[in-house]
């Protein structure tokens, strides 16, 4: 593996090729890349966060993030992507913690596909982040490669900067205490609703999400209506996204009820 060297972009041609990176990355029509060349140009310009990595002077990862409230404290990362091979995605996270923490940030957020189980192993697992809200078809249709004209629903995640931490650190496996209970399994690649009646759920998303989407978009969707309703479910009452246990399920702690006033 090449040795990467992560760096802010200013210069035209680089964010020109960020902007291509994107488009190649997320199978986008020409000139519809994720973040063009003009917006990145006005974000870098007014100090927020674009950054690539590079390997042996070849750029194969690229993200961008702009301040977000509250103010003063937090970063919202709107896109990164990367090449395989390079790890450049974690490389890119590290490197924006480190800035958002001389900038005297506490948070980063950032939105994800949550049927995505690689992307909720590193955001959870490896990262350490937490999902605080479920966002209903957010970003609209999007016919790229990645999404295949699902609906865009989204997790926002929260990155607490505040625990020190070192890169490629992670934070300890998330504890399954033996009563927890299956509120959405896989069967012959399925959802199956189970149950939400405990202290502790796992809500399971199906192996590789984007390939279903291209072989089965039945199965897909019915993937997407038994998340946003479990999951989604889930956090609108309140309760919490602990983890992500053994790349297939995320791991879910509901609040006590609350007792009825006499």
Avoid: C
Avoid at 69 to 74: C, L, S
């Amino acid at each position: 593996m090449s040795e990467l060297a992560v760096r802010e972009l200013h210069k035209l041609r680089e964010l020109a090729a960020a902007s291509a990176l994107f488009e190649e990355i997320w199978g986008s029509a020409p000139g519809a890349s994720p973040m063009g060349t003009e917006q990145m140009r006005a974000l870098s310009h007014a100090g927020n966060y674009v950054a690539g990595a590079f390997a042996d002077g070849r750029l194969v990862g690229a993200s961008v993030a702009f301040f977000a409230a509250p103010v003063g404290q937090a970063l919202h990362s709107h896109v990164t992507g990367a090449l395989s091979g390079h790890a450049a995605g974690p490389a890119l996270k590290w490197h924006q913690r480190a800035w958002a923490l001389s900038r005297g940030l506490s948070t980063i957020t950032w939105t994800f596909d949550p049927l995505v189980r690689r992307n909720a192993h590193f955001n959870l697992a490896k990262l350490g982040a937490r999902p605080v809200e479920y966002l209903t078809g957010f970003y609209g249709s999007l016919d790229d490669a990645i999404n295949g004209g699902d609906d865009t629903d989204r997790a926002l995640v929260a990155w607490d900067l505040s625990h020190p931490a070192e890169a490629p650190s992670a934070p300890p496996p998330v504890r399954v205490p033996a009563d927890a209970v299956t509120a959405l399994s896989v069967r012959d690649g399925l959802p199956v609703l189970g149950t939400v009646d405990s202290p502790t759920l796992l809500v399971d998303v199906p192996p590789d999400i984007e390939a279903l989407r291209r072989s089965d978009p039945g199965a897909a969707k019915a993937w997407r209506l038994a998340l946003r309703q479990v999951l989604g479910g889930l956090l609108a009452e309140g309760a919490r996204v602990t983890g992500f246990h053994n790349r297939t399920s995320y791991v879910v702690t509901r609040r006590p009820a609350q007792p009825k006033p006499m």
